[in-house]
């Protein structure tokens, strides 16, 4: 059973909640982390979230999202939900947005996240368990901008603002 970290407004851990009972309408404050790994060419790891997914199914969205368990580091539970979602190798794991938090709703379930956003790489190619991931793709940085602002909807609403921030915070390309 996977069990979600519940945090306060500063962060600090308060306990753990099962998955299963975390995400709803009322979803309480917990720990997750974004990633958008890059291939070595530089281009950056797309996924379309799965259909079945209880939260925002079948929107397109950065690498990998997830929750890191209790007493595992980000880079850890990243390197965990990489291998899992998309059988990928994970390194150069480095922070880009530290203190990024959001809260989002989608069809009655809300997101309420404190969320810090990294940058690395993968090597591997992707094979995509189904319950997860739908689809993915490789894109530079300009492709897969010019696909949110076509596309808005189709993508998560974190994965929009989390690109925005961290083209303004100069951490694009990655070379």
Known sequence: MELI?????????????PKSQVHHGETPLHRAFS?????????????????GKAT????????????PGPDEDDA??????????????VSDVRPALPGYRYRAEFRGV??????PVYLGRFTGTPEPEP?????????D???????????GDAWSPWCREQARLIEDAGLVPLG
């Open 35 to 51: 990633a958008y790994l890059f291939d070595d060419a530089g281009r950056l790891l797309i996924t379309r979230r799965a259909a």
């Open 131 to 139: 319950s997860e991931v739908g689809e993915w793709q490789l894109l």
């Open 76 to 89: 850890a539970a990243i390197a965990r939900r990489a291998g899992f979602e998309l059988g990928l190798e």
């Open 110 to 115: 809300v997101e309420n996240e404190i969320c």
């Open 141 to 151: 940085w300009a492709a897969f901008r010019e696909r949110q602002e076509t596309e």
């Open 56 to 67: 925002f199914p079948g929107m397109w969205t950065n690498t990998v999202c997830g929750h």
């Open 5 to 17: 970290v519940l945090v306060d407004d500063d962060g600090a851990a308060l306990g753990t909640m």
